[in-house]
């Protein structure tokens, strides 16, 4: 067993989103929940949620390049081969699990480039959350 730990934002009113990555899951099924701690030491634990893991070649329709990464000047370009036209979605998330950006766009067919930039961003590791027409996500560490 093994426990990630991360840092809260502190007090906040709006959701905030944390995520955290089991670099070596078990075959099959895996349970996992979250501990909040407050400030005071008192703490409580999200439900158990559980995720089967199989080791098998990908389904995934679509497949990403992120480049370059790290990304330089804060711009980077996302490439992907898609076998259908379709609605895709990128998500980017902070190191605290804040969204700190959306997007949406139709894919064409065959090869695809969208460049992206963040200037107004600070430096540090971010989270890509890519979305296909087909609801298959994949998931990118990009760093800026």
Same mark, same amino acid.
């Given at each position: 067993?093994?426990?990630?730990?991360?840092?809260?934002?502190?007090?906040?009113?709006?959701?905030?989103?944390?995520?955290?990555?089991?670099?070596?899951?078990?075959?099959?099924?895996?349970?996992?929940?979250?501990?909040?701690?407050?400030?005071?030491?008192?703490?409580?634990?999200?439900?158990?949620?559980?995720?089967?893991?199989?080791?098998?070649?990908?389904?995934?329709?679509?497949?990403?390049?992120?480049?370059?990464?790290?990304?330089?000047?804060? &711009? *980077?370009?996302?490439?992907?081969? =898609?076998?259908?036209?379709?609605?895709? #979605? $990128? %998500?980017?998330? /902070?190191?605290?699990? !804040?969204?700190?950006?959306?997007?949406?766009?139709?894919?064409?067919?065959?090869?695809?480039?969208? &460049? *992206?930039?963040?200037?107004?961003? =600070?430096?540090?590791?971010?989270?890509? #959350? $890519? %979305?296909?027409? /087909?609801?298959?996500? !994949?998931?990118?560490?990009?760093?800026?």
């Amino acid at each position: 067993m093994s426990c990630l730990k991360k840092p809260g934002a502190g007090i906040s009113t709006v959701n905030l989103y944390y995520f955290g990555f089991d670099s070596k899951p078990y075959e099959g099924v895996s349970y996992y929940r979250l501990k909040q701690t407050d400030y005071d030491g008192k703490y409580e634990y999200s439900d158990v949620e559980s995720v089967n893991f199989e080791y098998t070649t990908s389904n995934v329709d679509t497949k990403y390049k992120i480049h370059p990464n790290p990304a330089i000047n804060h &711009e *980077f370009a996302l490439s992907y081969e =898609s076998s259908s036209i379709g609605q895709m #979605e $990128l %998500k980017l998330f /902070n190191s605290v699990g !804040q969204l700190v950006y959306q997007t949406d766009w139709v894919s064409e067919k065959g090869m695809n480039q969208r &460049e *992206f930039s963040f200037p107004e961003l =600070s430096e540090g590791l971010y989270m890509i #959350e $890519l %979305k296909n027409a /087909n609801d298959e996500y !994949q998931t990118y560490k990009i760093q800026f």
